[in-house]
C-alpha cells in the first residue's frame, strides 16, 4: 500500500490535492482512502491531509505516522516542528518540497539518506490555490502507477466546482508538475504491512484521580494564547520605514486584528512577529505608505523571536 | 428537630431551605413547579437569604445553574421530564465544568404520548451526563438527599452536580410524615460551599471549559470527570456516616431489606420501593425468603455494594420503570454488566418492565415476578423480559382505540355523503 | 458625546490587552474589533461566550484574556451571563466577595447564536433586565462550519447554501430593531473600520447598566470571499455605502440615532463587487435586478431614517 501524507498551509490546496491524487489513483483502479487532518485550520496554519491506495481493500485509517512520500507544499514548514513534517520518515520514504530550495540543501540541512525531489513554485493562477495542485502532479508521477490521462481527469473532477478557469488553471499545474518529475518517476516504494512482533508495547498507565482545579479544560492565567506563535502562519511580513512613518501611532495599531502593532514612546509601530499572521491589513491601511509587505523568504530576521 | 406532614416536593424546597442555598435558577414544569413555589414564598417571607430567578427555559436554567456554580454560589434547580431533556446539551455540559450544585428531577414519563404520569425514562437519559444521581423512596428521604448530595457534590475530591430524583405523583404529590433536621444539626454537617480556586474573581482570571484540540486532552478531561464521579463512591459513604452522626438517620447507597438468607430479591428503584418492602414482607410470611435491593445511588453506580447485597440470592426480579427502546429494561442491562463473572452472583436476572407512565405493580404482580424469578433460578432458564400489562389494560386500550378510529371513519363516511 | 476620552483618533489605545495566537483567521474582521472592546472593557471581564468562531479563541492551555472567559453553548450564552452576575452580585452582597473583584459580564456570539438559535435566551435576559453587554460580531453566515447562509447573510450573498444565482433572496435580520423592541438599556451597530465610533460606543455601554447590545460588522476575508489586507477597506466600503449604518439607541431618549452618516453615499457596487460572495452578480454578466433591488433596499432605509 502508498501511504502518503500531505503538508501545506490552510488555503494553499493541500484538501485539494490529497483528493485529487486519491481520485487518480481511484481512476486506475486503485482501492483508495484520503482524508485532511480535521482540526481548527486557518487559512496561513500548518495542516496535513492523508491518501492511501493500495490493491487491497484499505483497513487502515486516521493519520499517517509512517509514510512512504511525504509532500511538502511548502518548504517554510519543514523546519516548524508543530507542522511535524519530518515525523516517521524512513530511510526508503521519499521527499517532495514544493520551494526553491535544493535538494542537496534539504539533503544536508535535514540529513536525510532517502529521496528527496523538489518542484519550483508555481506562480498564483485563477481561482486554483497552485500548491494543491502541482503537488498532486508530482505525486502521480513520483509513485509511478497513475497515467497523464488519470491525472487530468481527477484534476477536472476535483476542481470543477471553482470554476472552468480554475479547472484549465489546475491541469496545466498539475500537468507540468507531472512532466517535471520524470526523472523520478516510480521512486516511490510501496510500504509493507507492519509485522505485529515487531511494534513496541502500546506503555499503558492507570490514570490517576486529580482535582478539578487541574482535571477540568480551565486556564488559570493571563494571555497564555502568546505561546503560540501564529508568526508561522505567514507568507509575507510588514516591515516599517521609519522615514516614512508619520508617528500617528494608531491607525495600523487599531486596524491589526491580532494586537501586533504597538506603538512605543516615539510612537513608532513595533510588529510582533511572533504573532503578526501576516493579514497585511496594516500595509493597506496605512496612510503615509510606510509599512510594505516583504515576502518571508526575503525577510531579514527570523520568523519568530528567538526563545 | 420537627415532624411533619410534607410532600415530596415540600420535602426537596426544605432541603434546599435548610442547605442555605444562596441562587435558584428556575422554570416551571409538572410536577416539580410546587418546589420553585415554595422557595419563592420564603425568599419572600425573608425566610431564605436567596435569589429566584425565573429563566425563560430548562436549558437556559441549567446554564445559569452551571454559571453561578462556577462562580462560586450555593445553587438549586429542580425539573421533569420535557424539562430535564430540553435541558440535556447543559446537563452534559455543566458536569464537565465541575460546577457543583443541586438538580431535582421529579420523575415523569417521556413525550411520545406526552404525559403527566411518572417513570423514569427522563432520569436514566442523564445517566452519562456526569451528574450523580440519587433516587429516593420517601419524602424523608428526598430531604435528606438534598443535603447529601451538597455535601458530597461540594466535596473537592467530586466537585460534580448531583441530581436527586423522586416519582411524580408518588413522591411529588404525595404528603408523608417527615422530620425536619434542625438548622443547627444541618450547619454542622455541611459546611458552606468552597470553589476553591474555580471561581470567577477580577484578581484571579480564569477561563473555564475553553475547547480542546486532539483526543490527549479530551480523554483526560473526560476521564478525569469519570474518575470523579467513581471516586464520589467512597465520598458518598463519608458523607451518609456523618449525616448518621449529625441526624440520626441511615442512607447507605445501596438499602438491602430483608437481604440477609434472600434466595429471592427484588431490584428496583425509586417510590415503588415501600410497595416492595411490604410484598417482601407478605411473601416471607408464606414461606418465600424474599429480599429487596434499591440503590439509592445510581450514578456513581455502586456495584460492589450491589454485589455484596445480592451474593447467595437465586435470583433476581429486576423492576424497570423505565424502557430503552430496542433494548429494554436500563436497571437490568446495568445489573447484569456489573454481576457478570462475579462470585456467588445470582443464578437468573429476570427482567419485568413495570410502572411506565405512572402504573402501579400489585401485590400479586409482585408474587407472580417472585414465582417467575425462582423458578428460573432453579432451572438454570431466564424467560424473557415481561411487560407487566394484562388484559384488563388492552381491553380498556381497545375500547379507546375503536372510538379513535371509529371517529375518524365516520368523519369519512361524512366526507363522501 | 462631549464626555468620552476617545475624543481624537490618536486617543485610542496603542498597545492591546488581549493576546496575541489565536487560531481566528488572518485579517478577521470581528478579532479586529474585539481588540478594541477589550481595550475599552478592560481585563475586569468575564466573556461569557456562544458557540461559534471566537469560541477558539481559548483552546486549552492557550487564552488570549486576561480577565476571564466561560464557554457555554450555542443557545445559551446570555444565560450564563445571568448566572454569573446574580453569583457575583449574591456574593457582594453577602460579603462573601470585596466589591474590587467583581466583573463585568460580557456575552460574546457570532451572528449564528445572537440572530437565530441564542435568541430566545436574548430577549428572556432583556426582559428579566440582566445587567450585561452582548457584542455579537457579523461576520454575516456560520463562519466557523464554511459560511451557511444565517439569519444575518444579506440580500444577494452567496454561501455554502445558496448557491442559486441570486444568492439569498430573503432581507437580512434586523437584530438592532428586535434588540429595540425589547426595550434594553442600549443598543448600538459598530464595525471596526470606524475604530472611534466603536470607542465611543463601548465607553458608553461600559457606563450604563442593564440589557446593553453591540452589534460590530465583522468582514471575514474566509467567508466573505477577500484577501485578508483589504478587511478594513471592505468595512469602510460597508459604512460609505450605507449598508451598515453606523447607530445607537438609548432607552433614555427612546430615538435612533446615526453617529457616523455619509453623504452623498458610494453605490452598494463598490462595496458588493469587492467580495467573492458577491461575484455571481457581476460576473459572467451583471445581475441588474438583484444589484438594484439591494441598492433600493439600502435607499429605502436611509429615506425612512431621514
Known sequence: MFRIRFHGRGGQGIKLGARALGSAFFAEGFEVQDAPRYGAERRGAPIAAYVRAGRAPIHERGPIREADLVVVADESLIPVATAGVLEGIAPASVLLVNGLTSAETWRERLRLRGPIATLPPAPASAGAPPAGSACAGAAARLVGAISRAALEGALREEVAPLGARAVEASVALALHAFDL????????????????????????????????????????????????????????RPVLDPDRCHRCSWICSSFCPDGAISAGAEGLPAFDYDHCKGCLVCVAVCPSHAIRAVAEADAEGPREAAR | MSRRLLTGNAAAAWGARLARIDYAPAFPITPQTEILEALGGWIEAGELDAKLVLLESEHSMIAAAGAAAATGVRVFTATSSQGLLYGMEMVFTVSGWRAPFVLVNVSRGLATPITLEPDHTDVLAARDSGFLQIHCATSQEVLDSVLLAYRFGEDPRVRLPVIVNLDGFHLSFTREPVEIPTPEAVDAFLPPFDAGAVRFRASHPVSQAVAVLGSGPYSYFRYETHLAAQGALCVYDEAAAAFARACGREWPAVEAYRCDDAELAFFLIGSLATRARDAVDRLREAGVRAGLVRPRLLRPYPAAAIARALEGVLAVAVVDQNLSMGKGGVLHAELASALWGAPGAPRALVSFIGGLGGRSVTLEEFREMAEIALRAGREGRTPPPRLLYTAEELREVRKLQAIAHGERAALATEGRS | MSETRFQRMNDLPSTHLLGGGTAMCAGCGGLQALQLVYDVLGAKTLFVNAAGCMTLLSIYPFTPFRGSWLYTAMACAPAGAQGARDALDLLVAKGRMPKQEDLSVVVLAGDGASYGMGLSSTSAAIDRGLDFLYVCYDNEGYGNTGQQASPATPPGARTATDGSASGVARPKK??????????????????????????????????????????????????????PAEMAEIGRLAVASGVWPLKEWERDTGRVIHTKVRRPRLPVEEYLSRQGRFRHLFEPARNEPVLADIQSGVDAYWDAAG
Open chain 1, 181 to 236: 518529475m520524470a526523472p523520478h518517476a516510480g521512486s516511490v516504494v510501496e510500504g509493507e504491512a507492519p509485522r505485529l512482533a515487531a511494534l513496541p508495547s502500546p506503555n499503558w498507565i492507570d490514570l490517576p484521580r486529580e482535582l478539578p482545579d487541574v482535571a477540568a479544560p480551565d486556564v488559570f492565567a493571563s494571555a497564555t494564547s502568546v505561546e503560540v506563535r501564529t508568526g508561522l502562519w505567514r507568507t509575507a
Open chain 3, 174 to 227: 434586523d437584530l438592532f430593531g428586535l434588540w429595540v423592541a425589547n426595550r434594553p438599556t442600549y443598543v448600538a451597530t459598530a464595525s471596526g473600520a470606524e475604530p472611534l465610533d466603536l470607542a465611543r460606543k463601548v465607553e458608553k455601554a461600559a457606563s450604563l447598566r442593564g440589557p446593553r447590545l453591540l452589534l460590530v460588522h465583522a468582514p471575514c476575508p474566509t467567508g466573505w470571499g477577500f484577501e
